[in-house]
């Protein structure tokens, strides 16, 4: 969501409204829309919120979750038991708020080398490596918190 769609000078942010009935609002385009359709908007780098219609409370970090809950049941999954149990470790840990830094620096750094996402187009040994030197930098992250595989 980070697109900028210029105007005046500032970002334009659509807005999602999610109603009681669990649908979709998006009131850019006065239409109602599925999860499915909020991803596309991730993938296109769309500036956007969600917001409860009712209270206006944000609910786009929820949204976003959920998306990420349907890919991971969805075959090939992303994170794995360890992973997803370490982080589960942090909250409430001391470094919680480092590890949310730690994982956000990462993942931009790996946006920012312009990584396809898909691995055979990079070419399986270069990706390879790259994946062996992040488990080796996150292993010693984890490490220095007495936190192991």
């Known amino acids: 969501m980070t697109k900028k769609t210029e105007t005046q000078g500032e970002p334009s942010q659509r807005v999602i409204k999610k109603y009681p009935n669990r649908r979709l609002y998006d009131t850019r385009t006065s239409n ?17 919120s969600v917001v409860d ?8 970090r929820s949204i976003l979750l959920q998306i990420i809950l349907e890919e991971e049941s969805n075959g090939s999954p992303m994170f ?12 409430g840990h001391a470094m919680q708020g480092l590890m949310g830094g730690y994982l956000e620096k990462n993942m931009q750094t790996l946006m920012e080398m312009q ?15 790259m994946q062996e030197q992040m488990q080796k930098q996150a292993e010693q992250f984890m490490g220095t ?5």
């Open 32 to 48: 109602y829309i599925t999860l499915s359709e909020i991803k596309q908007l991730v993938m296109d780098t769309e500036l956007f």
């Open 53 to 60: 219609a009712k209270t206006s409370e944000d609910l786009t």
């Open 80 to 91: 794995t038991i360890p992973v997803l149990s370490n982080i589960i470790r942090f909250y």
């Open 115 to 129: 990584v396809p996402l898909v691995p055979g187009v990079m070419g399986a040994p270069m990706f390879q490596q």
């Open 145 to 149: 918190f007495g936190l192991k595989r």
